[in-house]
């Protein structure tokens, strides 16, 4: 009965929970710490802290954590498989759509306009972000001098921050 509850309960998180892994972890705290008393309030921190240092998905990892305090290997695996049952479900569900539907005309219409919503998602993340980074004309510039570089060489990511964080160093 505890492997039910324990994958329903990460099913339901998992299924209600929007905006990325941080804003799932209020709803995994709201059901294993306050109603379900699984794990306290001070092991949820711990957890949490252990899942932002692991690599991977924060909610898959505090998932997996709170399973294994809970009920060992296999409370793991279930709380981890009921973080990504309802996603998996899902995009399988899409896919079989879109396969079978890509070649109507309608539904070709809306894939157009849900690329220029990603679009608009993209660039509001990007405005949300440069909103708390471009403080002066030195960061507007590294930013400038980063968006040309990307467009014209499309350097590897990680080059990029490094050759960032080098001019912040000497010249910021």
């Known amino acids: ?7 329903f309960t990460f099913m339901k998180i998992s299924l209600f929970s929007f905006g990325g ?3 799932i972890l209020a709803m995994i705290q ?3 710490v306050l109603k379900h008393a699984w794990i306290t309030q001070s092991e949820f921190a711990d957890i949490v802290a252990i899942s932002q240092m692991t690599p991977g998905p924060i909610a898959i990892n505090a998932a997996t954590f709170i399973g294994y305090r809970r009920a060992g290997f296999w409370g ?10 309802p996603s998996v479900i899902l995009m399988l569900i899409i896919t079989i759509s879109y396969l079978k539907l890509k070649h109507k005309p309608w539904f070709s219409a809306i894939f157009k306009r849900l690329r220029l919503l990603a679009i608009g998602l993209i660039a509001a ?3 949300l972000i440069g909103q708390g980074a471009l403080l002066d004309w ?11 570089i990307s467009w014209r060489y499309k350097p590897n990511p990680v ?6 964080g080098v001019l912040g160093y000497f010249l910021g």
């Open 30 to 32: 709201q059901e294993v």
């Open 21 to 23: 892994g941080y804003a």
């Open 125 to 127: 993340a990007g405005i």
């Open 76 to 85: 793991s695996f279930f709380c981890t498989l009921g973080v990504i049952l």
């Open 138 to 148: 030195f960061s507007y510039g590294v930013f400038a001098l980063a968006m040309l």
């Open 1 to 7: 009965m505890l492997y039910l509850d324990l994958i």
């Open 159 to 164: 080059l990029l921050m490094l050759g960032a």
